[in-house]
């Protein structure tokens, strides 16, 4: 069955220092997002990316947040300067075309330690 | 405002019994999906079901039910013959817009419930 796959699953990076997230999304799938959550809290919307470029981000994806799609199959979440407060579980999801409903399917996640 | 509210943040279930997990959601916006998504303590978050503001019949998906009641905004998960591998957390999720301009909305999680079954 297809699936959406993260790398790492986990990662520790010093405050300050640059990440990069990675997602392969399901192949024929053409929109893409990223959620994050925090330990014990819920799951919150980063930013969905629709051809080749951003289609709706939330008041958490600010300047330090970048997305991109490299190539035909990498999806990636780039933190420029990590703070603390990043230390989450990120999740990478994407969906299939259609103008109903399409279930998100998501990723197991990368959960980013800063320390 | 809370878009999205799960007032159970813990629930013991015996198993091989029913549980019912609530879901209340705010929205003005008449088209719009509803979502379970189960979350094991491995992290990931598997999808369980859906249910389309439109849909006549509430959603079915093997031991999974949505028992949506679209005048109160709830869409309760009820899961049936509960068994020691549905012990999880559960997060209802609202997307208000199937399509627009290119997206297809993002979603919105309420806090989750945390589901243990017992032996």
């Known amino acids: 069955e297809p699936e959406v796959t993260q790398t790492p699953s986990h990662q520790v990076t010093q405050m300050g220092q640059e990440v990069i997230l990675r997602c392969v999304p399901i192949?024929?799938?053409?929109?893409f997002y990223w959620y994050r959550q925090i330990l014990g809290q819920k799951v919150e919307f980063l930013v969905s990316?629709?051809?080749?470029?951003?289609?709706?981000k939330s008041e958490i994806f600010d300047d330090q947040f970048s997305v991109e799609r490299p190539d035909g199959s990498n999806f990636t979440l780039k933190i420029r300067s990590t703070k603390l407060e990043d230390s989450a579980m990120y999740f990478c999801?994407?969906?299939?075309?259609?103008?109903?409903?399409?279930?998100?399917?998501f990723g197991q996640g990368t959960r980013l330690t800063v320390v | 405002a809370q878009k999205i509210t799960q007032t159970q943040p813990g629930m013991f279930v015996q198993e091989k019994e029913a549980v019912t997990l609530d879901c209340t959601y705010d929205?003005?916006?008449?088209?719009?999906?509803l979502f379970w998504y189960k979350q094991p303590s491995s992290g990931e978050m598997i999808f369980l079901i859906y249910?389309?503001?439109?849909?006549?019949q509430n959603a079915t998906e093997g031991r999974y039910s949505l028992n949506f009641q679209k005048a109160r905004k709830s869409a309760n998960l009820v899961i049936s013959a509960s068994q020691l591998g549905d012990s999880a957390m559960y997060f209802c999720?609202?997307?208000?817009?199937?399509?627009?301009?290119?997206?297809?909305?993002?979603?919105?999680f309420g806090k989750g419930t945390k589901l243990s079954v017992k032996p």
């Open positions: 999801a994407s969906s299939a075309p259609g103008t109903t409903y399409t279930e998100a399917f």
């Open positions: 192949s024929n799938h053409l929109y």
């Open positions: 990316f629709y051809n080749n470029e951003i289609s709706e």
């Open positions: 929205t003005s916006d008449p088209s719009y999906g």
């Open positions: 249910q389309g503001s439109y849909d006549q």
């Open positions: 999720a609202m997307r208000e817009v199937f399509y627009y301009g290119g997206s297809q909305g993002n979603l919105i």
